[in-house]
Protein backbone atom coordinates (compact mmCIF):
# COMPACT_ATOMS: atom_id res chain seq x y z
CA UNK A 1 0.00 0.00 0.00
CA UNK A 2 0.97 3.25 -0.38
CA UNK A 3 2.15 5.49 2.57
CA UNK A 4 2.98 9.54 1.94
CA UNK A 5 5.66 11.16 4.65
CA UNK A 6 6.27 14.87 5.66
CA UNK A 7 9.22 15.86 8.13
CA UNK A 8 9.44 17.60 10.28
CA UNK A 9 6.08 17.67 11.99
CA UNK A 10 6.72 21.37 13.65
CA UNK A 11 9.30 23.72 12.76
CA UNK A 12 9.40 27.43 14.87
CA UNK A 13 12.21 29.23 12.08
CA UNK A 14 13.24 33.04 12.37
CA UNK A 15 12.79 35.94 10.04
CA UNK A 16 15.15 35.67 7.22
CA UNK A 17 16.32 31.95 7.84
CA UNK A 18 16.15 29.25 5.46
CA UNK A 19 13.54 26.46 5.06
CA UNK A 20 13.65 22.87 3.87
CA UNK A 21 10.34 20.63 3.81
CA UNK A 22 10.47 17.12 2.68
CA UNK A 23 8.14 14.78 0.97
CA UNK A 24 8.62 11.32 0.26
CA UNK A 25 6.19 8.99 -1.08
CA UNK A 26 6.22 5.13 -0.80
CA UNK A 27 4.35 2.51 -2.96
CA UNK A 28 4.06 3.99 -6.08
CA UNK A 29 6.53 5.34 -9.14
CA UNK A 30 6.13 8.32 -11.04
CA UNK A 31 3.00 10.18 -9.07
CA UNK A 32 2.14 13.75 -9.53
CA UNK A 33 3.03 15.24 -6.21
CA UNK A 34 1.73 18.46 -4.49
CA UNK A 35 2.63 21.17 -2.09
CA UNK A 36 -0.03 23.15 -0.19
CA UNK A 37 -0.40 25.74 2.28
CA UNK A 38 -3.01 25.81 4.55
CA UNK A 39 -4.33 28.97 6.69
CA UNK A 40 -6.14 28.11 10.05
CA UNK A 41 -9.11 26.34 9.51
CA UNK A 42 -9.68 27.27 6.24
CA UNK A 43 -8.95 25.48 2.52
CA UNK A 44 -5.41 24.18 0.63
CA UNK A 45 -3.94 26.98 -1.63
CA UNK A 46 -2.11 24.81 -3.78
CA UNK A 47 1.70 26.52 -3.81
CA UNK A 48 3.39 23.57 -6.31
CA UNK A 49 2.55 20.50 -8.19
CA UNK A 50 5.20 17.97 -10.28
CA UNK A 51 4.48 15.60 -12.80
CA UNK A 52 7.92 13.92 -12.91
CA UNK A 53 11.42 14.23 -11.61
CA UNK A 54 12.89 18.03 -12.44
CA UNK A 55 8.96 19.02 -13.65
CA UNK A 56 7.95 21.67 -11.00
CA UNK A 57 4.99 23.90 -12.14
CA UNK A 58 4.32 27.08 -9.36
CA UNK A 59 0.90 28.16 -8.79
CA UNK A 60 1.70 31.41 -6.70
CA UNK A 61 4.68 33.93 -6.74
CA UNK A 62 6.32 33.67 -3.66
CA UNK A 63 8.99 33.44 -1.52
CA UNK A 64 9.18 29.57 -2.02
CA UNK A 65 10.49 26.99 -4.47
CA UNK A 66 10.19 23.36 -5.01
CA UNK A 67 12.37 20.56 -6.16
CA UNK A 68 11.76 16.86 -7.32
CA UNK A 69 15.30 15.70 -7.12
CA UNK A 70 13.80 11.88 -6.90
CA UNK A 71 10.58 10.15 -8.44
CA UNK A 72 9.05 10.22 -5.15
CA UNK A 73 10.48 12.91 -3.31
CA UNK A 74 9.86 16.33 -3.35
CA UNK A 75 11.06 19.38 -1.56
CA UNK A 76 9.66 22.91 -0.40
CA UNK A 77 12.25 25.34 0.52
CA UNK A 78 13.33 28.90 0.70
CA UNK A 79 16.18 31.21 1.13
CA UNK A 80 14.49 33.60 3.55
CA UNK A 81 11.43 33.30 5.25
CA UNK A 82 9.06 35.98 5.58
CA UNK A 83 6.33 35.83 8.48
CA UNK A 84 3.48 35.48 5.90
CA UNK A 85 5.25 32.04 5.25
CA UNK A 86 3.20 30.68 8.46
CA UNK A 87 0.88 28.01 8.23
CA UNK A 88 0.35 24.24 7.66
CA UNK A 89 1.83 23.22 4.76
CA UNK A 90 0.72 19.58 3.17
CA UNK A 91 2.27 17.35 0.67
CA UNK A 92 -0.12 14.95 -1.91
CA UNK A 93 0.42 12.41 -4.27
CA UNK A 94 -2.25 11.66 -6.84
CA UNK A 95 -4.49 8.46 -7.15
CA UNK A 96 -5.75 6.71 -10.34
CA UNK A 97 -8.96 8.44 -10.29
CA UNK A 98 -7.28 12.25 -9.81
CA UNK A 99 -8.60 12.03 -5.98
CA UNK A 100 -5.28 13.24 -4.12
CA UNK A 101 -3.65 11.46 -1.09
CA UNK A 102 -2.09 13.71 2.18
CA UNK A 103 0.55 13.67 4.20
CA UNK A 104 0.55 14.26 8.02
CA UNK A 105 1.64 18.22 7.73
CA UNK A 106 4.08 20.49 8.84
CA UNK A 107 3.07 22.98 11.28
CA UNK A 108 5.67 26.02 10.27
CA UNK A 109 5.99 29.32 12.79
CA UNK A 110 7.54 31.76 11.44
CA UNK A 111 8.99 34.14 14.22
CA UNK B 1 -9.90 31.36 -12.78
CA UNK B 2 -12.12 29.08 -11.64
CA UNK B 3 -13.95 29.18 -8.06
CA UNK B 4 -15.40 26.59 -5.99
CA UNK B 5 -17.57 27.96 -3.46
CA UNK B 6 -18.38 25.93 -0.10
CA UNK B 7 -21.15 27.37 2.24
CA UNK B 8 -21.69 27.41 4.90
CA UNK B 9 -18.65 28.23 6.18
CA UNK B 10 -19.28 27.43 10.08
CA UNK B 11 -21.90 25.21 11.07
CA UNK B 12 -22.89 24.35 14.77
CA UNK B 13 -25.65 21.84 15.88
CA UNK B 14 -26.41 19.61 18.22
CA UNK B 15 -26.10 15.72 18.13
CA UNK B 16 -28.57 13.89 16.47
CA UNK B 17 -29.45 16.68 13.97
CA UNK B 18 -29.29 16.74 10.13
CA UNK B 19 -27.26 19.16 7.55
CA UNK B 20 -26.15 19.39 4.22
CA UNK B 21 -22.76 21.24 3.09
CA UNK B 22 -22.80 22.48 -0.30
CA UNK B 23 -20.19 23.16 -3.34
CA UNK B 24 -21.06 25.41 -6.17
CA UNK B 25 -18.76 26.21 -9.05
CA UNK B 26 -19.68 27.83 -12.70
CA UNK B 27 -17.02 25.50 -14.25
CA UNK B 28 -18.15 21.88 -15.25
CA UNK B 29 -15.66 19.52 -13.12
CA UNK B 30 -14.31 16.27 -14.74
CA UNK B 31 -15.02 14.54 -10.81
CA UNK B 32 -15.02 16.12 -7.61
CA UNK B 33 -14.05 14.50 -4.35
CA UNK B 34 -14.98 15.43 -0.60
CA UNK B 35 -12.35 15.25 2.31
CA UNK B 36 -12.45 15.63 5.65
CA UNK B 37 -9.80 17.06 8.37
CA UNK B 38 -8.92 16.80 11.74
CA UNK B 39 -6.86 19.69 13.54
CA UNK B 40 -3.33 19.26 12.95
CA UNK B 41 -3.69 16.40 10.31
CA UNK B 42 -4.00 16.14 6.49
CA UNK B 43 -7.20 15.72 4.50
CA UNK B 44 -8.88 12.37 4.42
CA UNK B 45 -10.82 11.43 1.26
CA UNK B 46 -14.37 10.21 1.76
CA UNK B 47 -15.75 10.30 -1.29
CA UNK B 48 -15.24 10.67 -5.42
CA UNK B 49 -17.97 11.16 -7.70
CA UNK B 50 -17.44 11.70 -11.65
CA UNK B 51 -20.89 10.89 -13.00
CA UNK B 52 -23.89 14.22 -13.09
CA UNK B 53 -26.62 13.17 -10.94
CA UNK B 54 -24.66 10.36 -8.88
CA UNK B 55 -25.69 9.37 -5.16
CA UNK B 56 -22.88 7.80 -3.27
CA UNK B 57 -23.33 6.94 0.80
CA UNK B 58 -21.13 5.93 2.95
CA UNK B 59 -22.96 5.44 6.69
CA UNK B 60 -24.84 8.25 7.37
CA UNK B 61 -23.25 10.71 4.69
CA UNK B 62 -24.80 11.20 1.15
CA UNK B 63 -23.19 12.74 -1.16
CA UNK B 64 -24.86 14.13 -4.24
CA UNK B 65 -23.68 15.71 -7.75
CA UNK B 66 -25.47 17.77 -9.81
CA UNK B 67 -26.57 16.50 -13.14
CA UNK B 68 -24.24 19.46 -14.72
CA UNK B 69 -21.58 18.23 -12.92
CA UNK B 70 -20.82 22.18 -11.80
CA UNK B 71 -22.37 21.18 -8.03
CA UNK B 72 -22.39 19.11 -5.34
CA UNK B 73 -23.51 18.61 -1.61
CA UNK B 74 -22.92 17.03 1.59
CA UNK B 75 -25.57 15.44 3.80
CA UNK B 76 -25.09 14.34 7.40
CA UNK B 77 -27.48 12.45 8.77
CA UNK B 78 -28.54 12.52 12.96
CA UNK B 79 -24.75 13.79 13.02
CA UNK B 80 -22.63 13.07 15.93
CA UNK B 81 -20.13 14.32 17.77
CA UNK B 82 -17.72 12.18 16.12
CA UNK B 83 -18.03 13.95 12.61
CA UNK B 84 -16.67 17.52 13.69
CA UNK B 85 -14.55 18.93 11.70
CA UNK B 86 -13.58 20.43 8.60
CA UNK B 87 -15.16 19.38 5.23
CA UNK B 88 -13.60 20.32 1.84
CA UNK B 89 -14.96 19.43 -1.60
CA UNK B 90 -12.29 19.73 -4.40
CA UNK B 91 -12.86 19.78 -8.02
CA UNK B 92 -11.35 18.46 -11.02
CA UNK B 93 -12.04 20.57 -13.91
CA UNK B 94 -12.25 19.62 -17.34
CA UNK B 95 -9.66 22.31 -18.31
CA UNK B 96 -7.24 21.05 -16.23
CA UNK B 97 -6.48 17.58 -17.13
CA UNK B 98 -6.47 15.71 -14.11
CA UNK B 99 -3.28 17.42 -12.89
CA UNK B 100 -4.80 20.14 -10.36
CA UNK B 101 -7.60 20.21 -7.65
CA UNK B 102 -9.26 23.28 -6.98
CA UNK B 103 -10.62 23.48 -3.19
CA UNK B 104 -13.11 25.11 -1.94
CA UNK B 105 -12.58 27.22 1.04
CA UNK B 106 -14.03 24.16 3.75
CA UNK B 107 -16.80 24.16 6.00
CA UNK B 108 -16.20 23.77 9.41
CA UNK B 109 -18.65 21.31 11.56
CA UNK B 110 -19.17 21.42 15.21
CA UNK B 111 -21.62 18.49 16.91
CA UNK B 112 -22.33 19.22 20.40
CA UNK B 113 -22.92 16.19 22.36
Known amino acids: SQTIHQWPATLVQPVGSPLSLECTVEGTSNPNLYWYRQAAGRGLQLLFYSVGIGQISSEVPQNLSASRPQDRQFILSSKKLLLSDSGFYLC??????????FGPGTRLTVT | TQLLEQSPQFLSIQEGENLTVYCNSSSVFSSLQWYRQEPGEGPVLLVT?????EVKKLKRLTFQFGDARKDSSLHITAAQPGDTGLYLC?????????????FGGGTRLMVKP
Open chain 2, 49 to 53: VVTGG
Open chain 2, 90 to 102: AGDFDSNAGNMLT
Open chain 1, 92 to 101: AWRGASYEQY
